[in-house]
T-cell receptor, first 111, second 119 residues
């Protein structure tokens, strides 16, 4: 499985935008970029995924570099409920379907 | 939609007993379910992939005779921890893929997790 690299932790202030980076320099053409987050003592929650183009949904935006070797999850206005561990995962569409979780980025949101 | 439940949410048992954890997809059919284990302050580790009507596929290092998985229907998978010991204490989480959306997305929907404590 292709690897991703994320910062261990980040901090943000409430109601400010947050940009969570992810490096995936060994990504292949069939790898989709998925983001999940895990709130304390809960199961992970799907956030967003994309292949080449930037993606938006009600939770976040995903900006994918032109060479696809990095991506950024954008939370437009962080709230206290966004405090979680965010995981960037590469997944081959139609492949083994297995999500391989790295260490993720622990996001702290300050009031 | 796309809700996955787990039962029980917490269980405490004595060493040597067996514990069964249920994972249900409430509003969709799941041909594939996954079981993960998470130790404190660690990331999730995939234990096995469960396909409806067939044997589970276990990850390397996971004992299939200790962690019995049954996926008898499109909405239910169970994980039984047999002869549990204190080192099996962990947070067990299941996830499921939406059968009808297969091919459109590989999104997995996760359950809330089951906290197992073995005394």
């Amino acid at each position: 499985d292709a690897k991703t690299t994320q910062p261990n932790s980040m901090e943000s202030n409430e109601e400010e935008p947050v940009h969570l980076p992810c490096n995936h320099s060994t990504i292949s053409g069939t790898d989709y970029i998925h983001w999940y987050r895990q709130l304390p003592s809960q199961g992970p929650e799907y956030v967003i995924h994309g292949l080449t183009s930037n993606v938006n949904n009600r939770m976040a935006s995903l900006a994918i570099a032109e060479d696809r070797k990095s991506s950024t999850l954008i939370l437009h206005r962080a709230t206290l409920r966004d405090a979680a561990v965010y995981y960037c995962i590469l997944l081959i569409q139609g492949g083994s379907e297995k999500l391989v979780f790295g260490k993720g980025t622990k996001l702290t949101v300050n009031p | 939609g796309a809700v996955v439940s787990q039962h029980p949410s917490r269980v405490i048992c004595k060493s040597g007993t067996s514990v069964k954890i249920e994972c249900r997809s409430l509003d969709f059919q799941a041909t594939t379910m996954f079981w993960y284990r998470q130790f404190p302050k660690k990331s999730l580790m995939l234990m096995a992939t469960s396909n409806e009507g067939s044997k589970a596929t276990y990850e390397q290092g996971v004992e299939k005779d200790k962690f019995l998985i049954n996926h008898a229907s499109l909405t239910l998978s169970t994980l039984t921890v047999t002869s549990a010991h204190p080192e099996d204490s962990s947070f067990y989480i299941c996830s499921a893929r939406d059968f009808l959306r297969q091919g459109f997305t590989d999104t997995q929907y996760f359950g809330p997790g089951t906290r197992l404590t073995v005394l």
